[in-house]
């Protein structure tokens, strides 16, 4: 199977930053799709940003330009740094990866995520 662990969270002032942080590990055979999504309290989960397979990256509008994603694909992790955070930026960030394991020497095609990280914007 595939595992998913994250880092970073925490506690920021309005204007700060943080970086998180999710390495995958298991039998991965291969990834479609890689990043980062939220949930704040009340709300669905929502995409913050994303790697394709081709390599090309989504954000959502409400962080564009203040959130950066990278990724490391020999390592399988990606990163987000995320800039000028905004209290409407305080939710559970969790890491997602869209791939295949192989289970048993068969390819399964699955949605992985990982626990989820707190991040809180709060003065």
């Known amino acids: 199977q595939v595992q998913l662990v994250e880092s970073g969270g925490g506690l920021v002032q309005p204007g700060g930053s943080l970086r998180l942080s999710c390495a995958a590990s298991g039998s991965i055979f291969s990834i479609n799709a890689m990043g980062w999504y939220r949930q704040a309290p009340g709300k669905q989960r929502e995409l913050v940003a994303a790697f394709t397979k081709g390599g090309s990256i989504n954000y959502a509008d409400s962080v564009q330009g203040r959130f950066t994603a990278s990724r490391d694909v020999a390592k399988n992790t990606v990163s987000l740094q995320m800039n000028s955070l905004k209290p409407e930026d305080t939710a559970v960030y969790y890491c997602?990866?869209?791939?295949?394991?192989?289970?048993?020497?068969?390819?399964?095609?699955?949605?992985?995520w990982g626990q989820g990280t707190q991040v809180t914007v709060s003065s």
């Open positions: 997602n990866l869209v791939g295949a394991a192989l289970v048993d020497g068969i390819r399964r095609p699955g949605d992985y």
